[in-house]
């Protein structure tokens, strides 16, 4: 059981928060969900993240929940607004990139974590600005071509699509940098995260630890790219399981002879490493062919028409120089700032302290996707002119 925060309990009615300054001096607030309280604010004593802790009205007991998600830092002050599943976090002073948060509470995969866990969860998620393009994920087995025609891609839409950057457990070789040819990481931070949640597929070779992190797809998203991962039938199967959101492409060979001449001509492997690549092969077109993994099977007879098919695909046939996408949005919130709600709409009003006093911004909620244990996307916003009472008494 955590430490009770220090403040005088109100009824409130199911889904309202409210703020209060506890005797610490760190600003917290307290939104009813149920049966329970979710207090939300001040340190978690050790990162300065925004702490967590859930009462049981029911039972009269305070709860430290298992908490998931990349936790924000703690800030002077937040608004708090229930939204069904999750609680939506307006940070106060924060950095555009920072200041919009959630605490998904009851989301899909909050019960699943909780299920697994077999404890209370909550997962925090950030929260961003329009969509992303949904990731592709290309698998084939060895030598059918996969990564010639992603290189190909990469060539002509060089700023449109972008590679997530994996994670290992081994050592750095020669030249390689970390964050640049790999994240190089300690095997049990590796281990804590993959048991948190925050890896799409990984794997055990030689020891050592690979995988794809949810952490890394989305930077590629927050460029305002589209992330392709090649990746095997077995990490395919594990991001399909996973909550992301993706387009799985399986690239097919037009045999096994085919494939077994492509893999000679490659003249890279001996005998030995072929025949294996051959066995392996079989058992990949028999999971990608009936698996059920894949969206879309292309068979590589003929390398420039399989192109032409992906691109028709991604709806990029006939397409010559196109536009790179945005980046993600920012919302540049006041620094103080009281909120209301409409419906599926966020209305955010400056205090009146800054000379932004006399706009609103108005947050529309009704499309998020996405969330914990990476992004929540989807949000839209725009900002509302100051407008009069209609008696000529100039701004409310």
């Known amino acids: 059981m955590g430490e009770a925060p220090t403040f005088i309990l109100q009824d409130l009615q199911n889904g309202t928060t409210n703020g209060f300054q506890s005797k610490k001096g760190t600003f917290e607030t307290a939104t009813i969900i149920g049966d329970k309280r979710y207090v939300i604010g001040g340190t978690d004593g050790k990162?300065?993240?925004?702490?967590?802790?859930?009462?049981?009205?029911?039972?009269?007991?305070?709860?430290?929940?298992?908490?998931?998600?990349?936790?924000?830092?703690?800030?002077?002050?937040?608004?708090?607004?229930?939204?069904?599943?999750?609680?939506?976090?307006?940070?106060?002073?924060?950095?555009?990139?920072?200041?919009?948060?959630f605490l998904e509470v009851d989301t899909q995969y909050v019960r699943q974590q909780r299920k697994n866990?077999?404890?209370?969860?909550?997962?925090?998620?950030?929260?961003v600005v329009g969509h992303a393009e949904k990731p592709i994920i290309v698998s084939?087995?060895?030598?059918?071509?996969?990564?010639?025609?992603i290189s190909m891609l990469m060539k002509e839409f060089p700023s449109m699509f972008g590679f997530s950057v994996s994670h290992t457990t081994r050592a750095p070789r020669g030249t390689e940098k970390d964050?640049?040819?790999?994240?190089?990481?300690?095997?049990?931070?590796?281990?804590?995260?993959i048991e948190d949640g925050k890896?799409?597929?990984?794997?055990?070779?030689?020891?050592?630890?690979?995988?794809?992190?949810?952490?890394?797809?989305?930077?590629?998203?927050?460029?305002?790219?589209?992330?392709?991962?090649?990746?095997?039938?077995?990490?395919?199967?594990?991001?399909?399981?996973?909550?992301?959101?993706?387009?799985?492409?399986?690239?097919?060979?037009?045999?096994?002879?085919?494939?077994?001449?492509?893999l000679r001509d490659r003249g890279t492997e001996t005998e030995e490493q072929i025949l294996k690549r051959l066995r392996n092969a079989r058992d990949e077109i028999e999971q990608g062919k009936s698996s059920g993994i894949f969206d879309t099977i292309l068979h590589n007879d003929k390398l420039e028409e399989c192109y032409e098919n992906l691109k028709k695909l991604l709806g990029l046939d006939g397409c010559v120089t196109p536009s790179p996408n945005s980046a993600a949005g920012e919302i540049n919130l006041p620094i103080y700032h009281?909120?209301?709600?409409?419906?599926?709409k966020i209305v955010i009003n400056?205090?009146?302290?800054?000379?932004?006093?006399?706009?609103?911004?108005?947050?529309d909620v009704s499309s998020l996707k996405g969330g914990a244990p990476g992004r929540t996307r989807g949000l839209d916003f725009q900002v509302i002119d100051s407008f009069s009472d209609g008696n000529g008494n100039g701004p409310i």
């Open 47 to 101: 990162t300065l993240s925004i702490k967590v802790q859930i009462l049981n009205n029911c039972l009269g007991e305070w709860i430290d929940p298992f908490v998931l998600g990349t936790k924000p830092i703690s800030s002077n002050g937040h608004s708090a607004v229930f939204l069904k599943d999750r609680v939506l976090i307006l940070k106060k002073n924060a950095k555009p990139d920072d200041c919009i948060w």
């Open 117 to 127: 866990l077999g404890t209370e969860v909550v997962a925090w998620s950030k929260g």
């Open 140 to 149: 084939g087995p060895s030598g059918v071509g996969k990564g010639t025609l």
């Open 179 to 193: 964050g640049v040819h790999y994240h190089f990481t300690e095997k049990s931070v590796m281990e804590k995260d």
């Open 199 to 262: 890896f799409l597929e990984f794997a055990s070779v030689h020891g050592n630890l690979y995988g794809t992190s949810v952490e890394a797809v989305e930077m590629v998203s927050d460029a305002g790219k589209r992330c392709i991962l090649d990746i095997d039938v077995q990490g395919a199967k594990s991001v399909r399981a996973s909550s992301l959101e993706a387009i799985f492409i399986f690239i097919c060979p037009p045999s096994m002879e085919e494939l077994e001449k492509r």
């Open 338 to 344: 009281a909120v209301s709600t409409i419906d599926d």
């Open 350 to 363: 400056s205090s009146g302290l800054q000379k932004e006093s006399n706009n609103r911004i108005m947050l």
